[in-house]
């Protein structure tokens, strides 16, 4: 269920730009989610799935990387938002084009990858289940 849960995350870190966009225009989630959700979320979940021997070590190197590209990058745009009032990498034309949301979803895919040699389906964005609460 934990691994579901972060392959959720990393669907949506992985998505193609429009899809991120949609799915949050759909949801009325804030641009801000696109950076924070997964520190806030999976970062913490990770070391957990390690420890209980649930991750492999592809995985684990995925995860930090993304973890670390995401840090960089809410760094860069603090001191974006600092020097000029504004945060252009999250304007849904940043999203699209800044070259470091690419990078992020790549890194997002090769862990997603890494998660589906595990078993761990790759679920879809644009599936209405996705992100939805699952009871066994």
């Known amino acids: 269920m934990l691994r579901l849960r972060l392959a959720e995350e990393l669907a949506f870190q992985s998505a193609p730009a429009d899809e991120q966009l949609d799915f949050m225009a759909r949801h009325n989630w804030d641009a801000m989610e ?75 895919r090769r862990a997603l990858d890494a998660l589906k040699d595990l078993g761990v389906s790759a679920p879809d964005l644009l599936d209405p289940k996705y992100n939805r609460p699952v009871f066994d």
């Open 34 to 108: 696109l950076l924070k959700l997964y520190l806030n979320q999976s970062s913490v979940l990770v070391p957990q799935l390690a420890k209980a021997g649930l991750l492999s070590p592809r995985v684990v190197e995925c995860t930090e990387t993304l973890e670390e590209a995401l840090l960089s990058l809410d760094r860069e745009l603090a001191e974006e938002y600092r020097r000029t009032g504004a945060i252009e990498a999250l304007t849904p034309e940043g999203i699209r084009q800044d070259p470091r949301w690419e990078v992020i979803r790549v890194i997002a």
